[in-house]
């Protein structure tokens, strides 16, 4: 069983790509700088589209399928948005959200041809719940969000799970960026461990759910969440109905 992790250096993908492997994976890391775990690791960008087609071209050649893509690279930018840099907010939309567009779309085909394989997206609740100053992280997840329920409706008639998880905070490096000084203690108070997605991300392998929420420890935001899930798996199964 071949499992890619994206953002595996770190944080959540580490956590994730450790677990997988107790699972009997074998594990592809991929981020910016070398991860330091994994059976194969590639140092790639994964808002670069030629990098990340040459990367799955590789993995597809040496392995010819891929059982599990856990996109989870990804990163955040706080602050007003009259004041954020826009060269590093479209830098943002194209790691959290473009990213994992292109592992999906030249990984999709072999699964389809296989019938068989997990896309597990880290999503947020963010993408319900836009927060101020951290908009357009929020923006990126939506869109995520979206595409994820999406492909869920779409690709399950071939055999394909696609998931989307949504941690609240969660204890990693993500606050590191310089533009959360000064807020990371307050983020930190209300956060889980990581490795709470990383049995989310078991979770959805196993049930193919489409979301899975992993909430922050005042533990109260799945039962906002999980009611306009009700409405949306409604709508869902009727709009897939419609367009299939
Ligand atoms: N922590 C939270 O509270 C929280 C909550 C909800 C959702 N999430 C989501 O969880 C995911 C993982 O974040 P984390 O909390 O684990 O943060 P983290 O500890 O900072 O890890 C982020 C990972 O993404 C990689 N990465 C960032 N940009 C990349 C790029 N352009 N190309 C390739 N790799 C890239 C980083 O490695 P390199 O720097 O080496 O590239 C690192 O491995 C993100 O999508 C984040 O939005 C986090």
């Given at each position: 069983m071949i499992a890619i992790i994206t953002g595996a250096s770190k944080g959540i993908g580490k956590c994730t790509a450790l677990k997988l492997k107790n699972y009997g994976y074998t594990i592809v890391s991929i981020s910016r700088s070398e991860p330091d775990f994994g059976d194969i690791k590639f140092k790639v960008d994964v808002s670069d589209k030629i990098a990340v087609k040459d990367i799955v071209d590789k993995i597809l050649g040496e392995?010819?399928?891929?059982d599990v893509i856990v996109n989870n690279a990804g990163f955040g930018i706080y602050g007003s948005f009259k004041e954020t840099s826009l060269d590093e907010e479209e830098y943002m939309v194209r790691t959290n959200f473009l990213g994992t567009i292109y592992f999906t779309k030249f990984l999709l085909p072999s699964m389809i041809e296989r019938k068989k394989g997990n896309i597990v997206n880290i999503i947020s609740e963010a993408a319900y719940v836009s927060s101020p100053k951290l908009l357009v992280y929020s923006a990126t997840k939506a869109a995520l969000a979206s595409f994820t329920n999406g492909l869920w409706a779409e690709a399950r008639k071939y055999g394909v799970k696609v998931s989307g998880i949504y941690p609240g905070p969660v204890r990693t490096n993500f606050t590191s960026h310089p533009s959360f000084n000064g807020v990371k203690n307050s983020f930190d108070k209300f956060s889980v461990e990581p490795e709470k997605v990383a049995n989310a991300v078991i979770k959805s392998i196993k049930t193919g759910k489409r979301e899975i929420y992993v909430p922050s420890r005042l533990k109260i935001e799945p039962y906002f969440l999980k009611l306009s899930n009700v409405m949306q798996s409604i709508t869902y199964r009727i709009v897939s109905k419609w367009f299939s």
């Open positions: 392995f010819s399928f891929v």
